[in-house]
């Protein structure tokens, strides 16, 4: 008795272009998928002293960014 692999058939060009379509599209879908996710916890938000006023006494100790302008002489 004599065994033999099964012949597989090649897959028809058209079939194979398809297929690394599709697998390029997955790979480029999750690239950009991390990449733009994480956009959102690299942008740094800077508060005005008015809005940090605003916010009151519950964020007294807390690490804030704060942005605007410097009056002239006031160093």
């Known amino acids: ?14 079939g194979r272009r398809w297929g690394v379509l599709l697998g390029i599209l997955v790979v480029v879908a999750v690239i ?18 008015t809005e940090l006023l605003a916010r009151g006494h519950a964020e007294v100790g807390k690490t804030e960014r704060l942005g605007g302008l410097v009056k002239a002489g006031s160093i």
Do not use: E, F
Request: charged share 5%; proline share 16%; aromatic share 10%.
């Open 32 to 49: 950009a998928y991390l990449a733009l996710s994480s956009v959102g916890n690299a942008l740094v938000y800077y508060l005005t002293p």
């Open 1 to 14: 008795m004599t065994l033999t692999r099964p012949v597989l058939a090649p897959l028809p060009p058209r």
